[in-house]
């Protein structure tokens, strides 16, 4: 199975595509979206057609995205919320099965504990994907994390 992870942002958005072989996990790609200026139509139009080419290039079977939680600043959480819902449209036309989960799930599924800090989560990362080298940026590391809990989720029937 090839699972999807994606951490959503405005400016840069974080994928990251594993394959699951029994109890083997395997990185197949991880970078990010970049999006540079301030043309939010660009943004969207580059957005949705990267992740399209990543989407049939890779043939994921399941993507993961994260719920988003902001406790202060409500402008930055309107504008992610929104490249969130290109992200999910773009998912729903390819009729991939999308599962959300929260950054305390994404760390509890990844490293056993919910409150593990970013340094934490890349080493178990990188130790269960063998990567050697640091995963730059966080986005793409976060966006593999994303992947291997979503690896790790049940599939939902369709319709459910």
Do not use: W
């Amino acid at each position: 199975m090839i699972y999807l992870g994606i951490d959503p942002g405005t400016h840069r958005i974080g994928y990251g595509i594993i394959s699951l072989d029994g109890q083997r996990m395997l990185p197949l790609t991880y970078g990010v979206i970049e999006n540079t200026g301030s043309d939010r139509a660009a943004h969207i139009r580059n957005t949705e057609s990267s992740l399209d080419a990543l989407i049939r290039k890779h043939r994921p079977d399941a993507a993961g995205i994260e719920k988003l939680f902001f406790t202060t600043n409500r402008k930055t959480a309107m504008s992610v919320s929104e490249m969130r819902g290109v992200l999910l449209a773009t998912l729903g036309r390819h009729g991939l099965p999308i599962r959300e989960f929260t950054p305390l799930q994404v760390k509890q599924a990844v490293c056993g504990y919910g409150k593990a800090d970013k340094g934490q989560v890349q080493r178990i990362v990188r130790m269960l994907l063998k990567i050697t080298e640091p995963i730059r940026p966080d986005d793409a590391a976060d966006a593999l994390a994303i992947a291997i809990c979503c690896s790790a989720a049940p599939l939902s029937p369709p319709g459910a």
